[in-house]
């Protein structure tokens, strides 16, 4: 019987890395998926940059911090939840941005707004153009799109802005269908600068008839 005196200690247990969560929709090289805690170090990775954050509202971080990360993500626990990752299929435990819905109130329940961002790691290849593809795909032709919208048809409008200039966007609104709708002239104020919004919407209706072909 071994002394236990010289007996050594056992080696503490390796903590268990937390699963990473099933996608809520995938496209040819993405996943969408769930928040978890542990995406908070890829996700300030990527956001911490003046490059990202010059394109997104104020109540997007600069700098983008741990505690940024990790505020956002708790937030985003308790259904319904409206706020995704992004990562590589190749790589789904790294998020890589982020996108998220938010819908209309009153008479405009039945649209929704979509909004996202990728780190500048990852541009250039398409990726924004797949993501948002994907993102009306799930909205407008699934069921679990209608279920989220709360509407018994689900959302008939998708629609989102970008600031003036921000050229790399307004392609991929482009590239997906979306519309030019307008252009809100002086509506944003970034770092002291008056910025034109530009307004992009696509109806159910267009998007079935892309889907056809038509």
Same mark, same amino acid.
């Given at each position: 019987?071994?002394? $236990?005196?010289?007996?050594?200690? =056992?080696? +503490?247990?390796? $903590?268990?890395?937390? =699963?990473? $969560?099933?996608? @809520?929709?995938? %496209?040819?090289? &993405? ?8 995406? =908070? ?26 505690? #940024?990360? %990790? ?16 990562? @590589?299929? #190749? =790589? $789904? ?7 998220? &819905?938010? +819908? ?11 909004? *996202? ?11 924004? %153009?797949? &993501? @948002?593809?994907?993102?009306?795909? *799930? ?9 989220? #919208? ?5 959302? %008939? ?5 970008? *600031? ?33 919004? @530009? ?16």
């Amino acid at each position: 019987m071994p002394d $236990p005196s010289t007996t050594a200690p =056992a080696a +503490p247990a390796t $903590p268990a890395t937390p =699963a990473t $969560p099933h996608p @809520l929709f995938t %496209t040819a090289r &993405l996943q969408i998926r769930p928040l978890i805690p542990s995406d =908070a170090p890829s996700m300030s990775h990527h956001a911490n940059n003046p490059r990202v954050s010059q394109h997104m509202s104020n109540t997007f971080p600069s700098p983008y911090t741990l505690d #940024s990360a %990790t505020g956002w993500i708790a937030m985003n626990q308790t259904p319904p939840i409206y706020n995704w990752g992004i990562c @590589l299929s #190749s =790589a $789904p435990a790294e998020v890589i941005g982020g996108c998220g &819905l938010k +819908p209309g109130a009153d008479v405009q329940a039945c649209g929704v707004e979509i909004g *996202f961002w990728i780190g500048e790691e990852h541009w250039g290849k398409g990726y924004t %153009t797949e &993501l @948002l593809n994907g993102v009306v795909e *799930f909205v407008f032709g699934s069921e679990e799109g209608r279920e989220l #919208s709360g509407q018994e048809k689900g959302w %008939t409008r998708v629609w989102g802005w970008v *600031f003036e200039g921000n050229v790399g966007s307004r392609r991929c609104f482009e590239k997906g269908g979306f519309r030019h709708e307008g252009t809100m002239r002086g509506a944003a104020v970034k770092k002291g600068v008056s910025i034109d919004l @530009l307004v992009f919407g696509l109806v159910r209706e267009e998007w079935e008839e892309r889907r056809k072909g038509v």
